[in-house]
């Protein structure tokens, strides 16, 4: 129990520090609205090479990390 509150008491800090205090300006939003900014920023391109993964590996999710179509990894 102990052990568990010790815990608690260390990551309280690194999780409180990741707290924004001050709000976005203003001037800072049209930075963050660039389509560089998006975790996506080509949506169509994406689902573009998502279908050639998909047709070239004949099953879905081929588009992740790993060996080719044959199998070896």
């Not at 409180?16 to 001037?27: F, Q, R, V």
């Not at 090479?49 to 047709?55: A, G, L, M, R």
């Amino acid at each position: 129990m102990k052990r568990l509150i010790l815990a608690i008491l260390m990551a309280t800090p690194f999780l409180l520090s990741a707290c924004a205090i001050e709000p976005l300006a203003p001037w800072d939003r049209d930075i963050l609205a660039q389509r560089k900014m998006q975790a996506d920023p080509y949506p169509l391109d994406t689902a573009l090479d998502e279908h050639i993964y998909f047709s070239k590996e004949a099953s879905h999710g081929g588009a992740g990390v790993g060996g080719g179509g044959c199998g070896c990894n």
